[in-house]
């Protein structure tokens, strides 16, 4: 199966924020990056959308936060001939990570803040919730405002998601940057990532980090959030995933070449994790790749 290019968007920003509210037949961007983070909101419009690893389905409203350099795309449903009835709508703030100049991110104030936008937003950051309705409506505003008055606006805007937490991140396979500062999270992981197709043993993990099993699986989840366990199912099904897409080996195939020994582990963690079945992952993959190889 051939791949579609992922293609590369120069953005040349007159000015320090790009603000757009969109409204097309229907979103037709191809999967693409830039340099720019990308806040969006979906006011009309349904289908797929990809953000990193992520693959979910989008409506009227979706909130979603992209990262400079994360491939990214929103994909509507469209029936063939249908074109000219599908109508989209969408309000997109487009800001590079320096908008407000490098100086301003070493603030002490602006530390939740430069980590939303440098370390969380490459993952793809969905507001939900209560907040989600907040920004919306001040997304609504912003378009109507001077340019000063909008640079005062998305700063307030990113204080309120780095302050909440009604947001979760989209790409489930992605370590951040302070987890990996760690030593002996960092010894954990890598670890994984060379040996995750084998049978992974506590006991060697905890050799190799120079600690009890029993104090590291405390250490790890606390520094992490998440279990040794946990972060091996997500660098097992992010390869998955990638096998589903660049290949055309069995679903049976794929789960005992990521080190799933039961079909039906592997079938209930992916579906647990990525929220689809294996099968439905590669047939909507494919089918968007294709249309993006024709287009």
């Known amino acids: 199966m051939k791949r579609a290019s992922l ?7 007159t000015t320090t924020l790009d603000v757009a509210n969109d409204e097309i037949p229907y979103f037709y961007n ?3 990056y830039h340099p720019e983070l990308e806040l969006t909101l ?5 289908g797929i959308r990809i953000v990193g690893d992520s693959f979910e389905a989008f409506g009227p409203g979706d909130l979603v936060l992209v990262g400079s350099q994360t491939p990214h795309i929103w994909k509507n449903e469209v029936a063939p001939g249908k074109e000219k009835n599908a109508h989209a709508k969408a309000i997109v703030i487009k800001f590079l990570p ?8 070493q603030i002490p104030e602006m530390q939740k803040m430069k980590e939303l936008v440098f ?11 209560k907040l989600r309705d907040t920004i919306a409506e001040k997304m609504q505003l912003l378009i109507k405002k001077s ?12 204080s309120l998601i780095s302050d909440s937490g009604e947001y979760r991140m989209l790409s489930k396979f992605q370590v951040t940057k302070q987890e990996k ?6 010894t954990v992981i890598s670890f994984l990532q060379t040996n995750y197709q084998k049978t992974i043993q506590l006991e060697k993990l905890a050799t190799k980090a120079c600690m009890h099993k029993n104090s590291l699986c405390q250490y790890f989840k606390r520094k992490t959030g998440k279990t040794i366990f946990e972060v091996l199912h997500e660098i097992r099904l992010k390869q998955a995933c990638d096998l589903l897409i660049d290949t055309n080996e069995s679903i049976e195939m794929i789960s005992s070449q990521v080190g799933y020994f039961s079909q039906t582990l592997f079938n209930r963690k992916f579906k647990e994790i990525c929220g689809t079945t294996p099968l439905h992952y590669r047939k909507m993959r494919q089918k968007i790749e294709t249309e993006e190889a024709k287009s």
């Open 119 to 129: 370390d969380l937003s490459p993952q793809g950051v969905k507001i939900e919730g």
């Open 7 to 13: 293609i590369r968007i120069k953005y040349s920003l």
């Open 42 to 46: 979906v006011e009309r419009s349904s």
């Open 98 to 105: 320096d908008f407000a100049g490098s100086s301003f991110w």
């Open 147 to 158: 340019e000063a008055s909008q640079i005062i606006s998305l700063l307030e805007i990113l």
């Open 30 to 32: 191809p999967l693409h």
């Open 181 to 186: 500062k760690d030593d002996k999270v960092n």
